[in-house]
């Protein structure tokens, strides 16, 4: 089991910038994938991006791709999300996951943040 705590999140103007950071605990941070899925309202939990635990393989979805960053360090045992050009649409709950094989589908985590919002204004 990990623990998440996300932050960073909150209202920012179209085209602006937001980073979102995730801390996690625990010692073996680093053998975990990690995460970040949205939740619009009304709307089903979606993927963002992934970061792998060994290789640091990354993985965006399309709304993301060119956009949106995914890092982590793995002495923090953190992981980082860098929102730039953000528009309307991307206002939604973020979280933060972590699972030992990760993947791009919300079905595969078992260990989630409580959620940060993000708020993009017109």
């Known amino acids: 089991q990990v623990q998440l705590v996300e932050s960073g999140g909150g209202l920012v103007q179209a085209g602006g910038s937001l980073r979102l950071s995730c801390a996690a605990s625990g010692r073996t941070f680093s053998s975990y994938a990690m995460g970040w899925f949205r939740q619009a309202p009304g709307k089903g939990r979606e993927g963002v991006s992934v970061?792998?635990?060994?290789?640091?393989?990354?993985w965006y979805a399309d709304f993301a791709d060119g956009r949106f960053a995914i890092s982590r360090d793995n002495a923090k045992n953190t992981v980082y999300l860098q929102m730039s050009s953000l528009k309307p649409e991307d206002t939604a709950v973020y979280y933060c996951?972590?699972?030992?094989?990760?993947?791009?589908?919300?079905?595969?985590?078992?260990?989630w943040g409580q959620g940060i919002h993000v708020s993009v204004s017109s």
């Open positions: 996951a972590a699972d030992p094989f990760g993947g791009s589908r919300s079905s595969q985590y078992h260990n």
């Open positions: 970061i792998g635990s060994s290789d640091d393989s990354t």
